[in-house]
C-alpha cells in the first residue's frame, strides 16, 4: 500500500494532508464486487442443459407424433377418397357396360325380328313357288295327256285309213343335210353361213341385282346360262355375291351350225324352287372377226345395272 506521505497532494498545507492521510488510514479497502455474481455455476448449467435437451426431446416427440398422426390422417383421406373414386368409377363402368349390353340386346332382337320375318317371308314365297310350279305341271301334264289323247285319236284314225304298213312308209323321216360345197353362195346369190365352232369364257358379272332377303349377307347366288341353238351349258353357282368372277368351269365349246347366228347367255340367281333371271343378253358372233378372241361387256337386259364380261372366238369351219 503506498504510504500516507506518498498520497500527499503536493501544493497543500500539510495539515490538511495529514488529515486525509489519516482518515485513509482509519478506513480500509473495499473488495471489488463479484464478477460471478448472478451468474450460473457449472453444475447449474449442466443442469439446466439436460432439463433443456429432456424438454427439446419431449417438445419433439410431441411434433413428431403429431406430424404423424396429421400423415395417417392425410393417408387415409387419400385412401377414402380413392376409394371412393374408384367405387363411382366402378359404377360408372357397370352403367356403361349396362347400357351397352342393352344395345347389344336391342340390336340382337331387331336382327333376330328380321331374320325371322325374312324367313316367314322366304317360306310364304317358296310356299307361292311350290303351288305355282305345281300348277304349271298339273297344268303341262294336262296339256300332255290331251296331245297324247289327240295324237292316238289321230294315229288311229290314219292307221284306219291307209293300214299299219302305209303309215310306216309314209312317215315323215328329217331330211338329210346338203353336202358341204365350195360355193360360198346359195342360189340367190346371198353368202352361206359356214358351220365352225364357238368357244366361250365366262368371266364375270358386275352390279347384279339382290333378289334375296340381303340379311346377314344374304344376297343373290349367280350363275350363267349359255344357249346356242339347243345346246344349253351353265356355270358354276357362285353363292352371295353381286360382283361374281368365274375361274373355273367357265369355258365352253359350242357346235355352231350354218343356221346359228345369235348366242344367249342369261344370268340367273340359283333357288330352292325355281331360279330367277337377274338380265339377260346376246351376241350376233358372226359379225365378229373370226379366228380372233373378243372380249365383251354387256349390259343386261331386264337387270338394272348389272354387266356381263366374257370372251368368245369363233372359228368357221373351211
Known amino acids: 500500500l503506498p504510504s500516507a506521505m506518498a498520497l ?16 485513509l488510514i482509519g478506513s480500509p479497502p473495499l ?15 449442466e443442469q439446466r442443459r439436460k ?22 390422417a392425410n393417408l387415409e383421406y387419400l385412401r377414402a377418397k380413392n376409394d371412393q373414386c374408384k367405387r363411382q368409377a366402378h359404377a360408372s ?11 347389344v ?24 313357288e311350290a303351288g305355282e310350279l305345281t300348277l304349271q305341271y298339273q297344268t303341262r301334264e294336262t296339256q300332255e295327256k290331251l296331245q297324247m289323247l289327240n295324237y292316238e285319236l289321230h294315229r288311229k284314225y290314219f292307221d284306219a285309213q291307209v293300214g299299219q304298213a302305209n303309215f310306216k312308209q309314209v312317215a315323215p323321216s328329217l331330211p338329210e343335210p346338203p353336202p358341204a360345197t365350195a360355193s360360198p353362195v346359195n342360189g340367190r346369190g346371198n353368202a352361206v353361213q359356214r358351220p365352225g365352232t ?49 375361274d373355273a368351269d367357265n369355258k365352253f365349246t359350242l357346235t355352231v ?15 330352292l324352287l325355281r331360279d330367277e333371271s337377274l338380265g ?35 372359228k368357221a369351219d373351211s
Open 8 to 23: 500527499a497532494i503536493p501544493g497543500h498545507g500539510g495539515g490538511e494532508a495529514n488529515k486525509t492521510a489519516g482518515q
Open 257 to 271: 351350225t350354218a343356221e346359228d347366228t345369235l348366242l344367249e347367255l342369261e344370268v340367273k340367281n340359283s333357288n
Open 280 to 314: 339377260r343378253t346376246s351376241l350376233d358372233f358372226r359379225s365378229l372377226t373370226p379366228h380372233v378372241w373378243h372380249t365383251q361387256k354387256d349390259l343386261l337386259k331386264d337387270g338394272e345395272k348389272g354387266e356381263l364380261e366374257y370372251a368368245v372366238h369363233f
Open 31 to 45: 473488495p471489488p464486487p463479484s464478477v460471478l455474481d448472478g451468474f450460473p455455476d457449472p453444475e447449474r448449467i
Open 198 to 246: 364357238l368357244f366361250l369364257a365366262v368371266q364375270a358379272a358386275y352390279n347384279l341385282t339382290n333378289k334375296d332377303t340381303g340379311l346377314l349377307g344374304d344376297v343373290s347366288d349367280p350363275y350363267v346360262v349359255v344357249r346356242l341353238g339347243n345346246q344349253e351349258f351353265l356355270t358354276p353357282v357362285i353363292n352371295n355375291n353381286l360382283n361374281p368372277v368365274w
Open 105 to 128: 340386346d336391342r340390336r340382337h332382337d331387331e336382327q333376330l325380328l328380321a331374320l325371322q320375318q325374312a324367313a316367314m317371308r322366304r317360306k310364304f314365297n317358296i310356299s307361292k
Open 51 to 72: 432439463e433443456y435437451l429432456k424438454s427439446l426431446q419431449e417438445q419433439v416427440r410431441q411434433q413428431v407424433h403429431t406430424l404423424t398422426q396429421k400423415h395417417q
Open 93 to 103: 363402368i357397370d352403367q356403361e357396360l349396362v347400357k351397352q349390353e342393352m344395345e
